[in-house]
């Protein structure tokens, strides 16, 4: 009889050699990765039960409206700095770390200032609410976006069970003060210190045990920041039109539909992230090969993603409905929405093994290309689909802007790909 040992590694080396993958790195890092994954994704679940159970749909909905005002502010950090620290140590470079974090130090003081400046016309505006919540994010944001970056220098080293189980920690802290903040009161700025206060603790506690388990030098980090500041520019309008959904529904048709469309999305916006998660765990491979070794299997990858988007958008079509009404009684009107939503993930696998592969490679003509092209793409469907059909014509515009993209994505490797 063979041991369960041997028949594992018999199936992993048919797998390998049948996909044309290293499934026993990716069942490592795999592993881990679907692990962290699914525990961030159980735990936030069970914090969006308590908020839609507990918390009236307006004041849920306001909530969200603030969060999403405050994202706005993410175009003052440098939003592809955690891009430029993952390919920069994959590579070597561990010096990029301590370096980009710095960096980050001194440049988010201009998203307090500008926070602050928004908290400041709410209070003189007598809106005590938006000025008190501007005034905390203003002092806690600016932090938690500099020392958060330690993600991505333990994807870089491969460090995949250290980065997911410190991300578990990070996702039980900040849900366990959002859970005490709703229970205690059911205000809308208890719960924006809870927000505020936590996830700037976990950061700051697992960015120093990253520094003291690696030791990551203080050497200069070469170009990383400018590369890092080169994305930035790139991906400035990102954070922007990530929020133009939830502000063009609050302003349209109010705070109540933002609380449906939000729990639409609940599970789909954790399965989207998983799926990407998953795609790059490839970046280290991928950095150390060239346009020409990639190019070799690139369809084939196209078609495994598709394949692994297609399985979840199934699977999560047949099981949302007794979801939401066993633990969201409250929402059952966002089931169709949720449905609709979840036929993105047959092309967001594609197009992050895409953008992985773009990134891999620094080619930054293409990264330039893909950021304009899916800001305009987006801003636009936004904007056009939700004035005119609110909660329907958002969930539309997002799977309509991941199909634009995937066929665009294709477009911007081959172009310049040297054996397109």
Known sequence: MESKKEIYHKFINYGTEFFGLDLKYFAGGGFWTAFGQGMNSSISFLLIIAFANLLPKETYGFYRYILSLAGIFNVFTMTGMNAAVSQATATGNEGALRTSVRYQLKWNVMMAIA???????????????????FLIFGIFTPLTFAFNT???????????????LFSIFSTAIYAAGMLLATLLSKEILPLIIAYALTTLIANIFFYWKT??????PLAPAGDVVKYGRRLTLLGFIGPIVAQTDSIVLVHFWGPAP?????LARA????????????????????????????????????????????????????VSPLVFK??????????????????????IAPVGYIGTAINSQKMFGAIASSSISSSIVKIILYVALGIWGGILG????QVIYY??????SIALWKFKSPVS
């Open 211 to 216: 520094l003291q388990i690696f030791n990551p």
């Open 326 to 347: 066993y633990l969201l009684p409250k929402y059952i009107d966002s089931i169709f929405y949720s449905q609709i939503l979840a036929l993105s993930f047959i092309f």
């Open 150 to 164: 330690y993600g991505a220098y333990l994807d870089g080293k491969k460090q995949f069970k250290i980065n997911n």
């Open 267 to 318: 599970i789909p916006d954790k399965v989207g992230p998983f799926i990407k998660s998953i795609i790059n765990l490839g970046l280290p491979k991928l950095a150390v090969k060239n346009t020409e070794e990639i190019d070799e299997v690139f369809y084939k990858r196209i078609f495994q993603a598709i394949g692994l988007g297609a399985l979840l958008a199934v699977g999560y079509i047949l």
């Open 403 to 408: 199909i634009i993209i995937f066929f665009i």
């Open 115 to 133: 926070m602050w400046g928004l908290g400041g016309y709410y209070f003189l505006n007598d809106n005590q609410i938006l000025a008190i919540s």
């Open 258 to 262: 933002l609380a449906v469309y939000s």
């Open 394 to 397: 958002l969930v539309l515009a």
